[in-house]
């Protein structure tokens, strides 16, 4: 299984950004996780092949949003009212069945895409 991240970059505190994740195999559920400078990765959130989706971090809530086109297999990650805090790497990540919002449990993942929030 292959995933490509994509749609990182710099931004201004306030702004929005729109995330994309192409998987090669797409029944699959999908997560997308962040690692700040100094900090553990982080679950940001998850859909599953039936496009049940959960967000793990309080600090999102309200703010991103997942979706997934399965025309595309690509899963996307649209982040509004961003803030310095949300400065990371974010990486999208694959494992069968069900969503987790455990890192350890995601069995395959993507290279990551640097996202910056200048304040």
């Known amino acids: 299984v292959q995933l490509q991240a994509s749609g990182g970059g710099l931004v201004q505190s306030g702004g929005s950004l729109r995330l994309s994740c192409v998987v090669s195999r797409f029944t699959l559920a999908i997560g997308w996780f962040r690692q700040a400078p100094g900090k553990e990765r982080e679950g940001v959130s998850c859909i599953d092949s039936g496009h049940n989706s959960w967000t793990y971090a309080d600090s999102v809530k309200g703010r991103f949003t997942i979706s997934r086109d399965d025309v595309k297999n690509t899963v996307y990650l649209e982040m509004t009212s961003l803030n310095p805090e949300d400065t990371a790497i974010y990486y999208c990540?694959?494992?069968?069945?069900?969503?987790?919002?455990?890192?350890?449990?995601?069995?395959?993942w993507g290279q990551g895409t640097l996202v910056t929030v200048s304040s």
């Open positions: 990540a694959a494992r069968a069945f069900r969503c987790s919002a455990s890192r350890t449990a995601f069995n395959y």
